[in-house]
């Protein structure tokens, strides 16, 4: 059986925001519908120190395919030492019904993608519909990606962006305003959580990046950046009172923001699924007035969706290159 091979260009070329959008809403609705087997992710810390190594499997059981994602970051010294940039990303793809690969992919622009729009997917179903300002704190690749995919889902007056880098700020503010023609204003991290309708936090912190004090009633947060035990950006008081819904909970409660909260007695709420609420089976937003939290670890079953989708396209359009591991015909 064949192998489909494409490379970091190819998957360029196939990706589509609102596809992902659509594979990445369908993944959640799949996940609380007794469709997916998800393991927990497995982390690997390296040097340099920040680096590391996540490890990401899940099967679609509706879809027959299982995948399994590697993606690196934090190698800050790779593009001058390796000529490699700091981040990469694989995903393989397997036949659910025998085992086979079936394709392997570049998968870098793939999590960035699906990121986004699982933050989009969340904003369809949590912010007030009157939403038009968007807070980014952190200016990398995913708030990049945050912004691409609310674009298409809200319609986005102005975006508020802070960062510690003033370069990658200015940076920030000037490919925005270019690739899609926005205004954005750039700030301190409070100056964009107290001007936000949602607030995106897409950094690599350790602390508390954004009081709950800054945040104003109504808000909904798209919480990224902690992924692994002792990762924080949330004050965790910010979870009092709030609408507390996350992607995955046993993820979210050792990786995610809501580990503080839960430690600290904050989340005084119910934790909700976002699946569960795409699905109907729980309330999302009660009031305007209310406080929005959508804790997104990133589930590895966004990945095996976005990446069939992918594969489903590339078939189509004749993309990628065949090989045989097993050495037979075909």
Known sequence: MATLL???AQVRQLLRMTDVI???EAAFGAFNSDQVAQPDYMG?????KGAEIDFKAALDRAGQMVSL???SGGFRDNPAQFGLPNGMGTVLLFDARNGALVCAMDGSLLTGYRTGAAGAVSARALARRDARRVGVIGTGTQARMQIRALREVLQI?????ASRSAEGLAAFCAEMQEAFGLTVLPGSPQEVAEAADILVTTTRATGVVVQAGWVRPGTH???????????QELDPELFRGARIVVDSFAQCAAKGDLQHALRDGTAEGPQ????????GQQPGRSDDAQITIFDSTGMAIQDT??????????RAQGIGTLFDFLGQDG
């Open 272 to 279: 909700t699924e976002l699946g569960e609420i795409l699905l």
């Open 22 to 24: 659509t594979a990445v």
């Open 305 to 314: 969706a976005t990446a069939a989708a992918l594969l489903s396209r590339a």
């Open 221 to 231: 947060v798209i919480a990224v950046g902690a992924d692994q035990a002792g990762k």
């Open 157 to 161: 007056e102005t975006v508020h962006a």
């Open 69 to 71: 994602k590697a993606s």
């Open 44 to 48: 690997l810390h390296l040097q340099p």
């Open 6 to 8: 494409l490379t970091k």
